[in-house]
Each structure stands twice: as structure tokens, then as C-alpha cells.
């Protein structure tokens, strides 16, 4: 049976730190209004092998008069005992941003697992901006991965969002690109239009007025087209047909006028199943 000590050694550490024994570096952190600066002396070397950004941080800092080196962390909290526990979500979603500028990836990991075991409705109240964040945060991996499971099963958390259309164009690929969303291609389709239009606010709300260059600012979103049925091509598609590239719209009108021989269409390179393999096996479950 193997034996560890880690609560000694975090006391010990503890210890040390109050002690200033050998301290060769002073951080000076600051919370947002608030004038009172808060001054730590901590040994460098501990905080580099815990942190890589600190460790860049200190590379980076010059020696003072004094022969010590000064790190400012502004708006910073000046809180280092916490209990998760007794704290708002909110907060522990900042503590998680902060922790991840910090680099404390084992810290990062850990308020991830509470906030999506302990904490997941309140991840669904906020989801929007929570995907958004997580989507923009690589190392937010737990709780990124807990954001497609609700999107792909409950796709109106983020389309009905009233954060939907601040969501930057990668986030929202990266969903279209889910294979298995829980509703109809038409109706993302609608979403996504809609989407366009509020992210390019100088385009004319009628239609008919719209330029060549107007459907190009909207750009053609990513659509399994195919898997749409002939009355939404007609009601949806046709009137926003100069999106499309010509050899793709072409393939669409062949399919809705011979439906029967589709099977022989191409478009650039990818087989008509591709644009419909979202839905082949889920759609009429929805």
C-alpha cells in the first residue's frame, strides 16, 4: 500500500508561503476599483513548475535596485482560499477564465467537472454565452463537450437563444457541422439566414431590393440542402438561390425536378448522400 502525504506537503507549502523564507519574488495584485494593492512575497520556482504563465511572466520581468523581481496582476482577486461550494456560478466561471489566463490547468480542469456535474442547470440557463466562451477556450474542453450533447439533442437551447446571432461565424459552423442535430434542415436553414442578416444590418429588408453583392456579404451558410423536401426548396431556397454556387443550386433543381436519378449527382467531388447523411436516420424522430 502506497502512502502519501499531499495534505502535509500543502500545509507545508502554506507555511512557507506566510514565512517569506527565501522569497525571491513579489506579486502585487489589485481587484477593479479598489485602490488597496495587496503584496506577496512567494518563491518563483514553486510558481514556475505550477504555472507555464507565470513562468513566461517572471522570464520576462527585470531585476529591481533591490534584486527582486515585481510581477503586477491587476484586477486580479485578492481571494486564494475558496470554497466552491459557497460560491455564486458566476463567480466560479470567472475564477475558471482566470484560472485558464493563469494557465493552472489541473484548476481548469477541476471547476470544468464541478461546474458540469454540480452546477449543469446553470450552464443551460446561460448557454449561449457559456458555448460561446467554451468554443473560444481550447482548453475548455469538459465543458465545450457539454454544450454540443445539449445542442444535438435539444438544438433550440442555442437557436432560440437570445444570444444566437452575437455567436461569432466559427461557433455557429461548428455546430451546423454536427451530424446529428435534432431538427429540420429547413429550419436551421432559417436560423442561419436569419443569423446573416442581423450580422450584416445594412442589408435592405426586402428582398427584391437585394444587390449581387448584398447576397454575397450573407454568404452560402452550411446546409445539407438535399435533405430538404420540394416545398422548402421552392418556399426557402429558390428566393436565396445566389447564395449558392451555380453547380450546387444546379444539382438541387435537378434533384426537385428528377428526384428519381439523383443518385448520379456530384458536386465538387462530394456525393449527394453527404449533403443528407444528417438526417438519413434522425430526422423522423424529431
Not at 517572471?58 to 523581481?69: A, Y
Request: charged share 25%; proline share 3%; hydrophobic share 35%.
Amino acid at each position: 500500500m502506497t502512502t502519501q502525504f499531499y495534505d502535509q506537503l500543502s500545509n507545508d507549502l502554506t507555511q512557507l508561503l506566510e514565512s517569506s523564507i527565501n522569497c525571491d519574488v513579489s506579486i502585487e495584485v489589485s481587484e477593479e476599483e479598489v485602490t488597496l494593492v495587496n503584496i506577496y512575497k512567494v518563491h518563483s520556482i514553486i510558481l514556475q513548475s505550477r504555472s507555464s504563465y507565470l513562468k513566461k511572466k517572471f522570464d520576462e520581468i527585470t531585476f529591481t535596485k533591490n534584486h527582486d523581481k515585481v510581477l503586477k496582476l491587476p484586477n486580479i482577486s485578492v481571494k486564494w482560499k475558496i470554497s466552491l461550494e459557497k460560491l455564486e456560478n458566476s463567480v466560479i466561471f470567472v475564477l475558471l477564465i482566470a484560472s485558464n489566463e493563469l494557465e493552472l490547468d489541473e484548476l481548469v480542469e477541476h471547476l470544468q467537472s464541478h461546474l458540469v456535474n454540480d452546477n449543469s442547470s446553470w450552464l443551460r440557463l446561460n448557454f449561449a454565452q457559456i458555448y460561446r466562451t467554451s468554443y473560444q477556450v481550447k482548453n475548455f474542453k469538459i465543458i465545450r463537450d457539454f454544450c454540443i450533447n445539449i445542442i444535438t439533442k435539444h438544438p433550440n437551447a442555442i437557436f432560440e437563444s437570445e444570444n444566437f446571432h452575437s455567436l461569432p461565424e466559427d461557433a455557429l459552423i461548428s455546430i451546423l457541422n454536427q451530424d446529428n442535430l435534432q431538427l429540420e434542415e429547413s429550419k436551421i436553414w432559417e436560423y442561419v439566414i436569419e443569423w446573416g442578416k442581423v450580422k450584416n444590418p445594412t442589408l435592405p429588408t426586402n428582398l427584391n431590393k437585394w444587390t449581387s453583392d448584398n447576397f454575397l456579404s450573407l454568404k452560402g451558410p452550411h446546409i445539407r440542402y438535399f435533405s430538404f423536401s420540394n416545398e422548402d426548396v421552392t418556399e426557402k431556397i429558390y428566393p436565396y438561390q445566389q447564395l449558392l454556387e451555380k453547380q450546387l443550386f444546379l444539382d438541387i433543381t435537378i434533384k426537385f425536378i428528377a428526384p428519381s436519378n439523383s443518385e448520379v449527382l456530384n458536386y465538387n467531388g462530394y456525393h449527394l448522400n453527404w449533403y443528407s447523411d444528417r438526417h438519413d436516420d434522425s430526422v423522423n424522430n424529431r
